[in-house]
């Protein structure tokens, strides 16, 4: 079936550490997204990528960082620089950047402790 | 930016009944969607509908474009239809966003 997995669902991780969470899509979508969920709140862009080799800070890019190195592919990396990252972690594709459907993970729900 | 409006904010409904929920947003759109998000967190499809009016079984949606809003109709509402609506815009001419509401949360109640 054609999808986006995210991996951990779970994570935890101690302060001082950096974690990385997994996004993978076979649907051969250019565009990725990495979201942030907080309790009770929508949902807060991190990153994007339009193409391989390619991404842009969203809203809240500090103490993330990305890579893409395989379309398929869009790992978040949750340094130590950020200050509260307890939150839940959604993934998204889409076909190109604007005016396409996006298409979500199931997500990685990271707490610190 | 562009502001995304969801109301209301909270809704309790009795198995059966119907409902509308609504997304006002503050400029011009090139997509809009709805998302019901599960109590797992996940984000589920609902409608993909920058314009015009689609159904989906007892679901269906109207976006006004260019009056700056959109209704998601929920009829004989279900307690599986529990969770928290979401919409979300893509605005014109910028680089790349979906902007969210902060969502209706549902709860059908037997």
């Known amino acids: 079936d054609g999808g986006i997995t995210q991996s951990p669902k779970y994570l935890f991780r101690k302060e001082g550490q950096n974690v990385t969470l997994s996004c993978e899509q076979n649907?051969?979508?250019?565009?990725m997204y990495w979201y942030r969920q907080d309790p009770g709140q929508g949902l807060r862009l991190i990153y994007y990528s339009q193409i391989v080799n390619d991404f842009q800070k969203g809203d809240i890019a500090e103490g993330y960082s990305v890579s893409r190195e395989k379309k398929e592919s869009f790992p978040l990396t949750v340094t130590s620089a950020q200050k509260n990252p307890t939150a839940f972690y959604l993934c998204?594709?889409?076909?190109?950047?604007?005016?396409?459907?996006?298409?979500f993970g199931q997500g990685t729900r990271l707490t610190v402790v | 930016g562009i502001q995304v409006e969801q109301s209301p904010p909270d809704l309790i409904l009795q198995e059966g009944a119907n409902s509308t929920l609504r997304c006002n947003f503050s400029?011009?759109?090139?997509?809009l969607q709805w998302f019901h998000q599960n109590p797992w967190g996940q984000l589920i499809n609902l409608f993909y509908i920058p314009s015009g009016t689609k159904q989906n079984g007892r679901l269906s949606a109207t976006t006004v474009a260019t009056e700056r809003y959109s209704l998601l109709y929920i009829s004989s509402s279900q307690t599986t239809d529990s969770g928290v609506y979401f919409c979300a815009v893509d605005k014109e001419n910028t680089g790349n966003q979906f902007y969210f509401g902060t969502g209706t949360s549902l709860t059908v109640i037997p």
């Open positions: 998204a594709s889409s076909r190109a950047l604007r005016g396409y459907e996006a298409f």
């Open positions: 400029d011009s759109v090139n997509n």
């Open positions: 649907l051969n979508h250019d565009a």
